[in-house]
């Protein structure tokens, strides 16, 4: 079962080491540059970038948890099966968007009600999948404690929302070389770490926790992590290749699912603190624009654009980022420990 | 407990990061610049840049987990005086060392065998309390199993060179911006997650581990965690100042002190195993010029220079490092989950 979860992780990375050189070839053939955001601050140098190259993250993911998966039989539909499809029906959304923009050269790729229409489906499927399977249910851990808080029907709603904002925050956050690649190796490590101290000690997970269940995802995770490692190999500053919408929505997805099926969605309030906060940014500037009408509280929002406007470095961000994503996962990670 | 571990953390990261401004200013004003080793490549800009921040570390982990231990009374004698007396006498050797080439502008600093002297004392002492110490003793553990390797009196010899290994290891990773931090704050992280499972399951630390022992040494691997990430806030590149032999060596001995506590020395080959590295990669290299007669293996070490040389930035090094770090540190607390 452990030799497994490291099988996933290795398979994931070298997955995505081995088909990334090909695939960047592949997609510059193809043309397919991406059309830099034009409020990025000084991005213009990074024109003619092929975008998804997240689709080697796809690949180490889907072979790393499907050839590595530590689960019986009835496991696969527990849970490989649902991280496997919330993740890449997450990333379907993104792929369209990813492809107008590339391929038909549109800049406005998917239309905003085209893309929420896609990820309400695939979020409101996997809601209601969660509610019903009895592996799950609509009763979520309060970090900290051994209590868990029924939401009831509400589970339904609340978690349809939920799973459609960290997919956007995923995405909002995937805006500087590196970024996402990193906060998510270290956001998808500590989901591990988490599945793995359930699976040492099931109480930790509640009542619905077993043993295997908690392996699967942790391999899932761990998958993740090794993916976002090789994935950083070409994404690091200067990035060789962007994930694009392909890429972020599949790390939102993903981490999504794991919270989800854990029952600890409140944690993503730690681990997955930075991308929050790049759509909660995004949102503070948009209502304090109209209060104010006209004003900015950020120079540019998601934040990190802030920081560079402020003068920081791209790698200096995405260092800050990830300290920051490390210490919140300790923490979390510690406050499974004290449910004991 | 759980809570007194996070406080370690944000103690030492606060320590830090409000230190930093004011040490950095005082170290400017004593002109502690560094001699840049002139074999470095292209690092001439460098020169000024104070050394020697490492101080700002070793105040956060001091006050951290002085502050924050969660050791009974007599669990500060059994873990916490040892572990800080590790990590400051290793750094003291270093400090010396900084201090003689800073302010004496003496480009050697300390001879070798004055080095080394006080690194024997230092390491000599230490792994003679382990092998008398009633909670660590002449056994250490094989990963992957419940199985232990009592080494008998051999403990003392091997232990001794391992620990000057280990804090000679890291000393010698000090040499790119924000490269042994950023690998420090993982792997200190990792050390936190086996403390961390093993209070929640003393069975996994074998038979002299107590939930408050472990929680203890946790406690200390964060603060040197949250330590780091405080210091990475000066250090990242562009470095505003080094940790210097200072800070090196505090992190290489806090390191080689937690693994020895915890009878784990073998896990530094996998969460250390890039600082390992940078010893191999001289110890290699030398032997090869020497049989070659003139030949070398690495364009430069240690090996991340030969990077550096290859036309790697420093920034990519750095999260080339990180990652590795962050993949074997998930391998290291698997290993420690399957000894179940």
């Known amino acids: ?19 990334g050189p090909r695939l960047i070839r592949y997609l510059k053939k193809l043309h397919f ?4 955001y034009e409020l990025g601050p000084s991005h213009q140098q990074k024109q003619g970038t092929p975008v998804m190259g997240g689709l080697m993250m796809a690949a180490g993911i889907l072979l790393g948890s499907l050839i590595c998966h530590p689960a019986e039989w009835d496991g696969i539909w527990d849970f490989v099966f649902p991280l496997l499809a919330v993740a890449f029906l997450s ?9 107008i923009k590339a391929i038909k050269k549109r800049h406005d790729g998917l239309s905003p009600w085209q893309k929420i ?8 499927g996997f809601s209601l999948y969660c509610y019903f399977s009895p592996r799950v249910g609509s009763a979520i851990r309060i970090p900290f404690t051994a209590a868990e808080w029924d939401l009831g029907i509400f589970y339904i709603p609340v978690m349809t929302l939920l799973v459609i904002f960290i997919v956007n925050s995923s995405n909002l956050q995937d805006g500087l070389d590196g970024l996402l690649g990193t906060v998510t190796a270290v956001s998808s490590s500590a989901w591990a770490v988490i599945c793995l101290l359930i699976t040492v000690l099931p109480a930790l997970g509640g009542a619905g926790s077993t043993t295997y269940g908690a392996a699967t995802i942790g391999a899932f995770a761990l998958a993740m992590a090794g993916a976002c490692v090789g994935f950083l190999r070409f994404n690091r500053y200067p990035a060789k290749t962007f994930m694009g919408d392909t890429g972020s929505m599949l790390l939102g997805g993903g981490t999504a699912a794991i919270a989800l099926l854990l029952r600890q969605p409140l944690l993503l309030a730690l681990i997955f603190f930075t991308p929050i906060m790049s759509s909660a940014s995004v949102i503070i500037q948009r209502y304090y624009y109209k209060l104010t009408h006209g004003k900015r509280i950020f120079l540019m929002s998601p934040i990190h654009h802030h920081f560079e406007k402020k003068g920081y470095s791209e790698t200096q961000i995405v260092s800050m980022y990830a300290g920051i994503t490390l210490l919140l996962s300790l923490i979390a990670v510690i406050s499974v420990c004290a449910s004991k």
């Open 1 to 19: 079962m452990y030799y497994r979860m490291i099988g996933a992780a290795l398979i994931a990375l070298a997955t995505a080491l081995l088909t």
């Open 33 to 36: 540059g991406q059309t830099i």
């Open 91 to 99: 990333m379907a959304v993104g792929f369209a968007d990813d492809y």
């Open 117 to 124: 229409a896609g990820q309400v489906v695939v979020s409101l």
